[in-house]
């Protein structure tokens, strides 16, 4: 016999033995790999004909027709053009803000110039409305609701916060209230101007006084604090501070290099200790994102205080590493403060000459903050050596009670330029954090230097967006006036007067990040288009992907263009364009996720980019290759508009939520024969808007609209009512058309259709960027109710040729019924039978020992026929069968995508027991609960009583007798500024999965025209396990068929959704391109008054006297505790 007989007479032997051993097990052989081939195929088949119910070359001939009568066409987009007149609308509200200031600046200046100083002014005196819960006569009067912030305010006065550790009856503090009083009229005449760009403005006080107009109560997280809900407490809380925020350190100083110098020597320790590390989370906070700063400890030698040795960023990650790293550090030896200076100068000198990018430094102040409890001789020749020209500044901040000599610490600071501060308090350490600042805004003071600052972003005033911080120096610019700015009240000169030292304050008011978007040319981007815009740090100021919905906190994270996009070295090379405030144009192909997380998608995207004049920022604009043009219509009646939308029998209208119209109103009004009146209502009514009268509308968006109101309304009638009686049979629940416009008809539509929002509906963006495929996927478990039936989405994109290119104007498909899909499966495996056996039949769809899969090209679950397929139906694939999951991994059917996610939170219980930076320190506990004895040990609950009895003894905010006896609370808010801020987010690591290798072409854009397949033994398992799988041609599918779980197989899960994750190592962070800002260097002036240099505000600070009834009231109730223990 020849080899070749030989061989094929053992292939076959094999084939009967498995055959007659899979019989006596009762069980049907496995089938080959060429008879799954022919099942898949005529699933495929199948599938594609449903979806093809839809007439794409109807509908897209239907869409042609409205090309050639000119009611549709396609327009090249000018990316530059887009970008100039976009950032010039920018720069004009940027000017209306930069005027606005200008004028609150001016009357700030001369309010102080003709005010007399009172010293015996008395609280009677001023008249002003508090915003915070106090003085009866000063509580806020006649408030009415605001559309431009929400909630209640008074919008012909304004109102003062004053920071909880601030004596509000002082001479300093009332005198400030009444000069500032003066700023109402500009307030007024400026809103009154420019109502929706200046919906708030404010003045922040050097003394603390923070005046904010419109009158309101205070929500201070609105201004760079933070929210807490808690429904025991029962007035309101604050430690609110407009100084020790970063937009104002921003704008009162230059950027700066500040090195914190620990002292952890062994008399450092406890409370003292403690103290340290909270002064030094303050000093970070307190830090902006164009500062760079370094850490170290001293004993008896001196090193870093974390991995980062050296100047870093002041960004989030970093501050991060540090603050991690603090909670290392022990007390032990003595301390040897030559070593300690020694090692800051030498980081200093070592960073000077470290080959770097030419922009990482501030380049502009320098200083050392020592925080340290005493010092008994003065290092006199490490000053000379390192020093003599005393170019670096030296801080002291000394901790613990007064029980030393701090002479020599205070010299310190007072021969190095800088300033003495104590610290014996959580709320001191606060306090002392912000010293610095008043004595770098010196030279900025004394050269009368105004420039607009603008800020990294935070929460808006509404808290449903972020905005950014535009802010103005005023600078004291008379010398005719007691210098209570002066930090120790004196004056120097004999007359009186004071030369001017100090910036007098800030005035601030608000760029909304929504009126930046309303800028962007976001229809001609078209879908899949977006535009975002970065600062100088490369950190990202409006980007679609940065969102307030899941945002827990007020603060949001620095996050840089490439922490939240994908990233290659061409979409770096781009950024760095843009931190250069370069104006140009990249083609790059890059990945893009889709809103649900589950999928992503490899498509070349045409990149604009410029600078935003007046600001130093940048904006791009990114375009994808499928979207050639910007799609233009006109010429659409508003009869024939208003009758395509009065069409009942042509199916339901959804609306994507997009800027159609604006200042929708519910007052009666009463259309009549007005048809563009009719129309605007019909749209309100697709958004389901109760207020359906819009005033606003962009007149290109409704013509889009209309147009595809009236050309799926013409399908719907002349094609799919007269296949409807098909429906049922094919197991079509419902089909779909969704337009361009945003605007989605449905047709037999039975079952709630789950993508309003077509823009960010999955099938629609998948249906775009691969627009030869035929896509589908299932519903989100959360998008759907617990009775809703779940349907498959099948859809494809209309194509159009146009101009030699495809333009897309709509996507079509069908909601098919899943059971339907899943009997397809089997009778289609049972009735193609086996061909690789005779006679005896092999495995299908239809065994109970088999398990058929359909899954998408992101490992998820399509259809099954598996009994439990409800549950299985729309999951991960590896969240039900893991060990299958993992094969198909192994054998590169997927290829895994991991990435960070820095800008939403993680709904995981681990993160808040893993991290030290979850909430529940942070929580102001109710009476009862302050006598639990591990809540009293906790360093964050000192500061918490402590203002709490601040609030108890000065402004009757909190009620102890109330709290106990009275009426039970309701629930309120509470506010707190604590460093534990910094740790304000869980980072998210998220998985994509999607076709590798053979699975997916190689051009990367995977047109999916040709099947692949593959069979092969599923691994870790104690039994033999095959499965085969081959994808679906033209399809997004792959059809798998497996034996039954054995039970005994590793079914560990793999994880797809987001997930709480410790992160990357942020010690081997690299330091991206960045530019420092345009501003001037104020670091030193020759008339600078160095002798101002320790504590001793004339604004009365409260703390010594209160800070000896918490240490009553803790060792009560530790004596309590142990009592009762």
Not at 505 to 525: A, T
Not at 969 to 989: F, G, N, Q, S
Request: one cysteine or more; a negative charge.
């Amino acid at each position: 016999m020849a080899p070749c007989g030989r061989l094929a007479a053992w292939a076959l032997l094999a084939l009967t033995g498995a055959v007659i051993l899979s019989e006596a097990a009762g069980k049907r052989p496995f089938p080959q790999l060429r008879d799954v081939r022919t099942w898949a195929r005529a699933l495929a088949t199948d599938l594609i004909s449903i979806v093809d119910t839809a007439k794409f070359d109807e509908l897209a001939n239907a869409y042609a027709n409205e090309v050639s009568q000119g009611r549709l066409s396609l327009q090249t987009i000018n990316g530059t053009k887009l970008i100039e007149t976009s950032t010039d609308e920018m720069a004009n509200s940027i000017a209306v803000r930069t005027k606005a200031l200008k004028s609150l600046s001016e009357a700030a200046e001369n309010a102080v110039a003709n005010h007399n100083y009172n010293q015996s002014i008395k609280v009677a005196d001023v008249p002003y409305y508090s915003a915070m819960d106090g003085i009866p006569e000063h509580r806020l009067p006649g408030l009415s609701s605001d559309k431009w912030l929400g909630g209640q305010t008074n919008r012909t006065n304004s109102s003062i916060h004053i920071p909880v550790n601030i004596y509000e009856q002082d001479a300093h503090v009332l005198n400030v209230i009444a000069w500032s009083s003066h700023l109402d009229s500009v307030f007024i005449d400026n809103w009154q101007q420019n109502q929706e760009k200046l919906p708030w403005q404010a003045f922040a006080s050097q003394t603390g006084v923070f005046r904010m107009y419109p009158a309101r109560p205070m929500q201070p997280h609105r201004f760079g604090s933070r929210t807490l809900t808690l429904a025991d407490v029962p007035r309101r809380f604050d430690e609110f501070d407009a100084r020790m925020t970063q937009w104002y350190q921003q704008t009162i100083s230059s950027p700066k290099d500040m090195l914190i110098l620990l002292d952890t020597s062994g008399s450092v320790e406890g409370r003292s200790l403690s103290l340290m590390k909270h002064t030094t989370w303050f000093l970070l906070d307190r830090l902006t994102e164009d500062d760079y700063v370094a850490t170290g400890y001293f004993n008896a030698y001196a090193q870093a205080v974390s991995c980062l040795s050296s100047f870093v960023q002041a960004t989030t990650h970093n501050k991060e590493v540090i603050h991690k790293s603090l909670d290392n550090l022990n007390a032990a030896n003595q301390a040897n403060y030559y070593a300690g200076l020694e090692y800051a100068f030498k980081i200093f000198n070592n960073f000077e000459m470290e080959d770097r990018n030419e922009n990482q430094g501030a380049e502009c102040n320098r200083i050392i903050v020592l925080v340290t409890e005493n010092a008994e001789l003065y290092p006199e020749a490490v000053f000379q050596k390192y020093n003599p020209d005393r170019n670096i500044r030296v801080f002291v901040i000394v901790v613990g009670e007064p029980i030393h000599d701090w002479s020599v610490l205070q010299k310190m600071a007072c021969d190095n330029r800088g300033y003495f501060s104590t610290v014996r308090s959580d709320g001191a350490a606060r306090e002392a954090s912000g010293d610095f600042g008043q004595v770098l805004s010196r030279p900025v003071a004394l050269e009368n230097s105004k420039e607009v600052t603008f800020s990294k972003i935070f929460m808006s005033e509404k808290g449903d967006d972020f905005e950014v911080y535009v802010s103005y120096p005023v600078i004291n610019t008379t010398m005719v006036n007691p210098s209570y700015l002066a930090k120790d009240g004196s004056c120097k000169n004999d007359d009186g007067t004071c030369d001017n030292q100090a910036v007098l304050g800030v005035v601030s008011v608000p760029w909304p990040v929504k009126e930046m978007r309303k800028s962007l040319p976001l229809r001609e981007l078209g879908h899949g288009g977006y535009a975002f815009i970065i600062n100088n740090n490369g950190f990202v100021v409006l980007h679609p992907h940065l969102t307030p919905e899941d945002a827990f906190y007020s603060k949001p994270p620095t996050l840089d263009l490439l922490d939240i996009e994908f990233t290659n070295p061409d979409k770096e090379a781009m950024r760095n364009k843009m931190v250069k405030l370069e104006t140009g144009s990249d083609v790059i192909n890059t990945l893009t996720r889709t809103h649900d997380h589950h999928y992503i998608d490899e498509v070349q995207m045409t990149y604009h980019y410029g600078p935003v004049t007046g600001t130093g920022f940048s904006m791009g604009l990114g375009i994808p290759q499928y979207h050639p043009g910007s799609l233009e219509v006109s010429g659409v009646s508003y009869q024939e508009g208003y009758q395509a939308f009065e069409s009942n029998s042509a199916g339901k209208l959804v609306l994507t939520p997009l800027y159609y119209c604006s200042n929708y109103t519910s007052s009666p009004h009463n259309c009549q024969d007005n048809l563009r009146c009719k129309v605007r209502e019909k749209i309100a009514d697709a958004h389901h808007l109760d207020q359906n009268k819009p005033e606003h509308c962009d007149e290109k968006m409704i013509q889009h609209v209309m147009l595809d109101a009236v050309v799926t309304g013409s399908h719907v009638t002349n094609r799919w009512q007269s296949l409807s009686s098909q429906f049922q049979s094919q197991g079509i629940d419902s089909m779909f058309i969704s337009g361009a416009s945003g605007l989605t008809r449905v047709f037999n539509g039975e079952t709630p259709f789950h993508h309003g929002d077509s823009f960010t509906a999955t099938y629609f963006t998948r249906s775009l960027s691969n627009k030869d495929v035929y896509i589908f996927h299932t519903p989100r478990k959360e998008d759907m109710a617990p009775s809703d039936s779940i349907n498959i989405v099948g859809a494809k994109a209309v194509k159009v040729p146009i101009q030699g290119q495809d333009i897309l104007p709509a996507v079509a498909g069908a909601n098919i019924n899943a059971d339907k899909v899943s009997d397809k499966m089997k009778d289609i495996s049972e009735t193609s039978g086996c061909q690789a056996y005779t006679p005896t039949s092999c495995m299908t769809c239809a065994d109970m020992d088999a398990e058929c899969f359909l899954l998408d090209d992101g490992a998820f679950i399509i259809a099954t026929t598996r009994d439990d397929s409800q549950d299985m139906i729309g999951n991960f694939l590896g969240d039900k069968d893991g060990s299958l999951m993992m094969s198909l991994l192994q054998h590169e059917v997927y290829e895994r995508v991991e990435s960070y996610d820095f800008a939403h939170p993680v709904d995981d219980s681990a993160c808040a027991f893993l991290q030290k930076d979850n909430a529940a320190p942070r929580l102001f506990m109710p009476i009862a609960e302050l006598l639990r004895l591990s809540w009293w040990t906790t360093s964050v609950a000192w500061g918490y009583l402590r203002y709490y009895v601040y609030g108890s003894l000065l402004s009757a905010w909190l009620s102890v007798v109330g709290a106990q006896n009275g009426p039970t609370p309701t629930p309120t808010t509470i506010y707190t500024e604590d460093p534990d801020e910094l740790r304000h987010h869980c980072v998210a690591k998220q998985t994509q999965y999607r076709f590798f290798g053979d699975f997916a072409t190689n051009d990367g854009f995977r047109p999916w025209s040709s099947s692949k397949e593959i069979k092969r033994d599923v691994p870790n398992c104690n039994c033999t396990r095959e499965f085969a799988a081959v994808r679906l041609a033209d399809t997004n599918l792959l059809f798998v068929i497996a034996d039954e779980n054995c039970g005994t197989c590793n079914n560990t899960r793999l994880a797809q959704s987001q997930h709480f994750d410790v992160g990357p190592d942020l010690c081997a962070y690299q330091p991206r391109f960045r530019r420092r800002p345009k501003r001037s260097c104020h670091k030193q002036h020759q008339q600078e008054d160095t002798t101002q240099c320790m504590s001793g505000s004339p604004v009365l600070y409260i703390s010594t006297g209160l800070l000896a009834v918490v240490l009553t009231l803790q060792l009560v109730t530790y004596r309590f505790q142990t009592t009762i223990m």
